[in-house]
């Protein structure tokens, strides 16, 4: 079955740099676009980026644009997201989560258990 | 930017059916998605493109969508359907999802 499985999370300071993984295994993951949903304590669903099957597409929420950067390995089946200057706001779990390559009709099909990261001094 | 517009809480009597809305703009038009959240879990999608459920979701879970409202309808709701429900769209290279809605049955 499909596993996407999070590391990464942790507390740091407000500024600081943290690296997401999403391990993903029993999915031909060279042939998903993959993306990043969070969550902020006892809100909703907030999409915060995705990359395309094959990495030459990249999108991101406004809220992280310009600090976040996603990225994957396909052979390691592996996606990351490189979160710089980092704010209490991005305070959240973050779910990585497969998606198809035809985003106007794609859904989110599976999700990982998520990694929670606190952003506080 | 597109919203989704979802009320925050729906109740439903045991064995009865639940309605849960998600307004937006021509959403008719979109392909939506819902999506169920139990407390402490990931989100698990019940129904795809308007009307399709994922192989393992019951019967019971439906979808509509037309004209500015789509529908996520549970028929004879059980204790276990309590959970939050997101409904999500894509516009323009952006991923929407609505505020989520809390069942309570």
């Known amino acids: 079955q499909v596993q996407l499985v999070e590391s990464g999370g942790g507390v740091v300071q407000p500024g600081a740099s943290l690296r997401l993984s999403c391990a993903a295994s029993g999915l031909t993951f060279g042939s998903y676009g993959m993306s990043w949903v969070r969550q902020a304590p006892g809100k909703g669903l907030e999409w915060v980026s995705l990359?395309?099957?094959?990495?030459?597409?990249?999108y991101y929420a406004d809220s992280v644009k310009g600090r976040f950067t996603i990225s994957r390995d396909n052979p390691k089946n592996t996606l990351y997201l490189q979160m710089d200057s980092l704010r209490g706001e991005d305070t959240a779990i973050y779910y990585c989560?497969?998606?198809?390559?035809?985003?106007?009709?794609?859904?989110?099909?599976?999700w990982g258990q998520g990694t929670l990261v606190t952003v506080s001094s | 930017s597109y919203e989704l517009t979802q009320p925050l809480s729906v109740s439903v009597a045991l064995g009865q059916t639940a309605r849960i809305p998600c307004g937006g703009n021509?959403?008719?038009?979109?392909?939506v998605h819902w999506y169920q959240q139990k407390p402490g879990q990931a989100p698990v999608l019940v129904i795809y493109?308007?009307?399709n459920r994922p192989s393992g979701i019951p019967g019971r879970f439906s979808g509509s969508n037309s004209g500015i409202t789509a529908t996520l309808t549970i028929s004879r709701a059980q204790a276990g359907d309590e959970a939050d429900y997101y409904c999500q769209v894509w516009d323009s290279n952006i991923w929407v999802f609505g505020g989520g809605t809390k069942l309570t049955v």
């Open positions: 990359m395309s099957y094959d990495g030459s597409d990249k």
């Open positions: 493109r308007d009307i």
């Open positions: 989560a497969s998606a198809g390559t035809n985003y106007a009709t794609s859904s989110f099909d599976y």
């Open positions: 021509n959403i008719g038009t979109k392909n």
